[in-house]
Structures are given as structure tokens and as C-alpha cells.
């Protein structure tokens, strides 16, 4: 299995700018998260996604922030408009059952970067 | 709210030595935790996962152990080797999957 793939990997960009990222989970996994890990909060998660539909998105910083799945193999993250501070890495992760009970596969992250 | 504590924030040892990572939590209503390895730039590689029922779980030269009443794991590492060198991850999974992460171990092992 090729893993959690995320694209880019990199990411610079200009303050007002508008940032996908995007994350493919693992084949068969049918919940995904969206970490992001600063040097001074560490890593925290944004969204949790089940069977495509949102459950928690109470870690979204901002309504800058919005996260969707379109189907089970494809998600983005975007923000808009962008701003320094939302300089961080940010990883996708998928696991296998809704349940809390299976372990969680990260992605490489994708590290931004907004000028 | 489930906080999680990593203690020490930083450590270094010779080649050879076996060591210990600590790792706290405040509610003990957990269903399983998790410890991750994190190389620099890089993701995070899952090394073990201990269900709450579980005492401990042992990969190679990895043993963690988890004392939910206590709020406590450790992840023991054994005869240490330079390739190990990262930053440990503890995370607590207190319901609907989601991970409370600590802040890390950066284990430095010199040759």
C-alpha cells in the first residue's frame, strides 16, 4: 500500500493568498483527519471526517479554514484568505472503522509556508 | 479536556544504553494509546498502539506499557542504536478517534 499521499509538500505562498492542500487516504479507510503541528501548540487536530461527512470540526481555527471529502479516496483542506501565523505542517491522517479503537496513519504533511 | 505530558523534553545518551520515555495524561477514559516517531522533516511513523485493556505491547526493541488508572505510559527503548535518534509522540485516543498529542521526546542516541 502506498500509504497516506499528500500533495504539496511545500507550500510558499503570499499573505491573502488562497492554499489547497490535499490528501489521499489509505485504500479501504474510512476516516480522515487533518492535523496541523506548530512549534508552540505542537500537534493539534483540525477536522475528523467518517464515511465522507464531517463529524468534528471544532479544532478549524478560523472560518478562513474549511475542509471537504468528496468521496472516500480524496480530501482538501484550504485556506482562504491565508496569513503568516497559518504557517505550520500539516498532516492528513486515515484509519480503518469509526470506532476509537484502530490505530491512526500519517501522511508526510505538507509544510507551509506564508510570507 | 485530555491534556498529555512528555517528560523529559529532550534527552541524550551513548550508543548501547536502555532508556525510558514518559508520557502523562489527565483523564484516564481512554480507549487506546498510541506512541509515534517523528525524524526531522518527516512524518510520523506509528510505533505502537496500546488498547486500554492492554498492560503493554512490545515491537523489537520497543516495550510500552500503559497504566490507565494512573494516567500513565512509558515507552522503554532497548540497547540503543544512533538510528533512533527522533522525537517520540505520545497520543491519547479519548473517543471518536481523535489524538491528543504530547509535545514530544527529542531522543539524540551519539555513537
Known amino acids: 500500500d502506498a500509504g497516506v499521499i499528500q500533495s504539496p509538500r511545500h507550500e510558499v505562498t503570499e499573505m491573502g493568498q488562497e492554499v489547497t492542500l490535499r490528501c489521499k487516504p489509505i485504500s479501504g479507510h474510512n476516516s480522515l483527519f487533518w492535523y496541523r503541528q506548530t512549534m508552540m501548540r505542537g500537534l493539534e487536530l483540525l477536522i475528523y471526517?467518517?464515511?465522507?461527512?464531517?463529524?468534528?470540526d471544532s479544532g478549524m481555527p478560523e472560518d478562513r479554514f474549511s475542509a471537504k471529502m468528496p468521496n472516500a479516496s480524496f480530501s482538501t483542506l484550504k485556506i482562504q484568505p491565508s496569513e503568516p501565523r497559518d504557517s505550520a505542517v500539516y498532516f492528513c491522517?486515515?484509519?480503518?472503522?469509526?470506532?476509537?479503537?484502530?490505530?491512526?496513519?500519517f501522511g508526510p504533511g505538507t509544510r507551509l509556508t506564508v510570507l | 479536556k485530555q491534556e498529555v505530558t512528555q517528560i523529559p523534553a529532550a534527552l541524550s545518551v551513548p550508543e548501547g544504553e536502555n532508556l525510558v520515555l514518559n508520557c502523562s495524561f489527565t483523564d484516564s477514559a481512554i480507549y487506546n494509546l498510541q506512541w509515534f516517531r517523528q525524524d526531522p522533516g518527516k512524518g510520523l511513523t506509528s510505533l505502537l498502539l496500546?488498547?486500554?485493556?492492554?498492560r503493554e505491547q512490545t515491537s523489537g526493541r520497543l516495550n510500552a506499557s500503559l497504566d490507565k488508572s494512573s494516567g500513565r505510559s512509558t515507552l522503554y527503548i532497548a540497547a540503543s542504536q544512533p538510528g533512533d535518534s527522533a522525537t517520540y509522540l505520545c497520543a491519547v485516543n479519548s473517543g471518536y478517534s481523535t489524538l491528543t498529542f504530547g509535545k514530544g521526546t527529542m531522543l539524540l542516541v551519539s555513537p
Open positions: 471526517f467518517n464515511n465522507n461527512v464531517p463529524i468534528d
Open positions: 491522517a486515515s484509519t480503518q472503522g469509526q470506532g476509537s479503537y484502530n490505530e491512526q496513519f
Open positions: 496500546i488498547q486500554s485493556s492492554q
